[in-house]
T-cell receptor
Framework: GAGVSQSPSNKVTEKGKDVELRCDPISGHTALYWYRQSLGQGLEFLIYFQGNSAPDKSGLPSDRFSAERTGGSVSTLTIQRTQQEDSAVYLC?????????????FGAGTRLSVL | DQQVKQNSPSLSVQEGRISILNCDYTNSMFDYFLWYKKYPAEGPTFLISISSIKDKNEDGRFTVFLNKSAKHLSLHIVPSQPGDSAVYFCAARTADSWGKLQFGAGTQVVVTP
């Protein structure tokens, strides 16, 4: 099983708590992406990492959201002081990286429910 | 600002017939377009893509057509099979922000026997 792995698959939290979502990309992929999908909506870009370059954070909705990628592999998306509107499926993807015909491969996602 | 739009939330088609899914976009700087398929509780799976320098790309039962002047692309599935029942997303990116895919809201396809 060499696909993108995300954990946990489901997370229920209380409003105001912090949560961490984890993503293990496909081995050898240098680029990693985070998206979220709210109910009935398309995927919304959050952030992407490419190698050692500064990440593109232009999609993060507020400063409560942050992400890091350690050692060029595993990534963690952190949401501080969660709000009910943060409830969504958070999807991670990875790709070999670089421009050109760059296909992103997605994990199954983490379903976050904020009560 | 929704730059990629899928105006049909659902589509029902009989097995063996053609499914045509449509996607419109507003950003003339998009240079690469992709279609993804998504089953419930799974992540999106890449289906087919097309570069802006082409107007057609075919892969088995799936063909994507791009009309740049109309800022429109479509996905044809021929013949449709029950296993094609899923949500289909259109996505696009610009060359200067190649990692940032912009997605449409999706079209739910149901293929009936």
């Amino acid at each position: 099983g060499a696909g993108v792995s995300q954990s946990p698959s489901n997370k229920v939290t209380e409003k105001g708590k912090d949560v961490e979502l984890r993503c293990d990309p496909i081995s050898g992929h240098t680029a990693l992406y985070w998206y979220r999908q709210s109910l009935g909506q398309g995927l919304e870009f959050l952030i992407y990492f490419q190698g050692n370059s500064a990440p593109d954070k232009s999609g993060l909705p507020s400063d409560r959201f942050s992400a890091e990628r350690t050692g060029g592999s595993v990534s963690t998306l952190t949401i501080q002081r969660t709000q009910q509107e943060d409830s969504a499926v958070y999807l991670c993807a990875s790709s070999p990286g670089g421009p050109g015909e760059n296909i992103q491969y997605f994990g199954a996602g983490t379903r976050l429910s904020v009560l | 600002d929704q730059q990629v739009k899928q105006n049909s939330p659902s589509l029902s088609v009989q097995e063996g017939r053609i499914s045509i899914l449509n996607c419109d976009y507003t950003n003339s700087m998009f240079d690469y377009f992709l279609w993804y398929k998504k089953y419930p509780a799974e992540g999106p799976t890449f289906l087919i893509s097309i570069s802006s320098i082409k107007d057609k790309n075919e892969d088995g039962r799936f063909t994507v057509f791009l009309n740049k002047s109309a800022k429109h692309l479509s996905l044809h599935i021929v013949p449709s099979q029950p296993g094609d029942s899923a949500v289909y997303f259109c996505a696009a990116r610009t060359a200067d922000s190649w990692g940032k895919l912009q997605f449409g809201a999706g079209t739910q396809v149901v293929v009936t026997p």
